[in-house]
């Protein structure tokens, strides 16, 4: 399958609403250096904010951001600098806007870049529209997409009002990765995947998004989100979708993008009894945090997909913080033979394995024999290893494809009120958050879940296969 990625107007500026924040000092900087040193970047770039700086005050906020990367090109920076313009002023003002058209000048097909708070989202697309700034242009919105499936509604239709869903670009940089593509790419590339794909042979799917630290100083912002919608709701949903899609029946992106819908559309609305909601002993002591918060700092579910091919497969999902690794996973096990012939025959199924970070495998387990007389044998792993040291971050990916216009990685309307219809009701019926060590992985509840399927898989901190030194 190849998903075409083709426009024919690319955006001829790119407005940031926000430059002067943290995302576009650790993110969003870096990945247009990247840009503009590999020739993917020759466009005006004008920050928007409302901090009281200059254009020479950006200029040295890019310069710091740039300078934390290590090693880098003096000529190419300087060039990168060239490109900034600026606008200080306050969303809500028109003379804002009427600034920012000046500063666009000649500009036709801007990309409006929203690395700005979700409450100012409405405000801001409101005024571009009101300003004309939004004719023949482009909106990038930064994750996430509403806080409920009423908010996500609310949003979608002020953005509708201004730009076509088409100029509608809702950023997840986890779909920039390139091992999230690589799920699509060797799903729908080999032939030998797609009889064994489907409820006849697989047991369960495990997705585990796990992290070592905690919230970091961002007490504040985590207590109002929440393990469930800040990575569930988003980033392992939509591996859910890549790995339970139909194949498209054409090469074009709304083609792959319908499929994918569909996948949010056949979840079954979970129900309190299908998720687990953990907080790390510690949590209610960050600055920022309310006391006695419920916030859930871990999360684990059981999810069904109500189609012809899943029908009665549970997928577990689960992510949280002070976790033991760094690490997401991808674990299909597959079902056991249908007879036992050989006594330790059902001791380890097959599997399929995708490590997603800090680095790249696919591992197919099997059953081995040991040499000798009896019939004993060994789970052993197949490995497909790629480090990729020159891989694209996933914003300059992403960044790059909405400046063209092409909207294969980005989320439809349709897809992410699917997706929160599947959360709605336990974002609020939901039993207690249960305590659980730092370190550790996660509540015990957690494995009650999964009890029936043989336990969680839990990622290894070590590198695959051993003997191998990966750049992480």
Excluded at 247 to 260: F, G
Aim: hydrophobic share 40%; aromatic share 10%.
């Amino acid at each position: 399958m190849s998903v075409q990625k083709t426009t024919p107007n690319p955006s001829d500026a790119l407005v940031i609403f926000g430059a002067t924040g943290d995302l576009a000092h650790k993110k969003i900087f870096p990945s247009l250096y990247a840009m503009v040193k590999r020739g993917a970047l020759n466009v005006p770039i004008i920050g928007v904010a409302f901090s009281n700086w200059t254009l020479e005050n950006l200029k040295d906020r890019v310069k710091d951001s740039i300078q934390k990367m290590g090693e880098f090109d003096q000529e190419t920076l300087n060039k990168l600098l060239s490109l900034f313009r600026y606008v200080d002023g306050e969303y809500q003002h028109p003379e804002t806007f009427k600034a920012l058209k000046e500063a666009l000048g000649n500009s036709t097909c801007p990309a409006h870049y929203l690395a700005i708070p979700p409450s100012l989202f409405a405000t801001v697309i409101k005024s571009l529209g009101e300003s004309g700034l939004a004719k023949c242009a482009r909106v990038i919105v930064e994750k996430p997409f509403g806080r409920d499936l009423a908010s996500a509604q609310e949003l979608n239709r002020a953005a509708q009002a201004v730009f076509p869903e088409s100029s509608i670009f809702r950023i997840d940089h986890f779909l920039g990765k390139e091992e999230i593509e690589n799920i699509l790419y060797f799903r729908f590339a080999n032939s030998f995947l797609e009889p064994l794909w489907n409820h006849h042979y697989i047991s369960s799917i495990q997705i585990t998004h796990c992290e070592s630290f905690g919230v970091e100083g961002r007490g504040k912002f985590y207590d109002s989100v929440g393990c469930l919608k800040d990575v569930i709701q988003n980033h392992l949903f939509q591996i859910v979708s890549l790995l339970a899609m139909e194949p498209p029946a054409t090469p074009e992106v709304e083609s792959y993008r319908s499929e994918k819908a569909k996948v949010f559309q056949a979840m079954r609305p979970l129900k309190a009894d299908d998720l687990v909601r953990g907080q790390f002993i510690g949590y209610q002591n960050e600055p920022g945090v309310a006391k006695n918060s419920d916030t859930e700092t871990y999360c684990a579910l059981r999810l069904f997909i109500d189609s012809w091919r899943w029908s009665g497969v549970p997928w577990y999902l689960r992510s949280g913080k002070n976790l033991p690794v760094n690490a997401a996973e991808i674990f299909v096990k597959f079902k056991s033979p249908p007879q036992k012939l050989f006594a330790d025959s059902d001791s380890q199924s097959n599997s399929l394995r995708f490590r997603l970070a800090p680095y790249s495998v696919i591992a197919l387990a099997a059953r081995v024999k040991r040499p000798g007389e009896k019939f004993i044998g060994d789970q052993k792993e197949l490995f497909l290893l790629d480090a990729q040291p020159e891989k694209q971050a996933p914003y300059e990916r992403l960044l790059g494809d909405a400046l063209a216009g092409n909207s294969a990685l980005f989320t439809r309307q349709d897809a992410v009120e699917a997706a929160w219809a599947t959360l709605d009701d336990v974002l609020t019926d939901h039993h207690p958050a249960h305590p659980y060590k730092p370190g550790t992985w996660g509540p015990e509840e957690a494995n009650a879940l999964i009890a029936l399927h043989g336990g969680w898989h839990d990622p290894t901190p070590r590198r695959d296969p051993a003997n191998l030194k990966v750049k992480a």
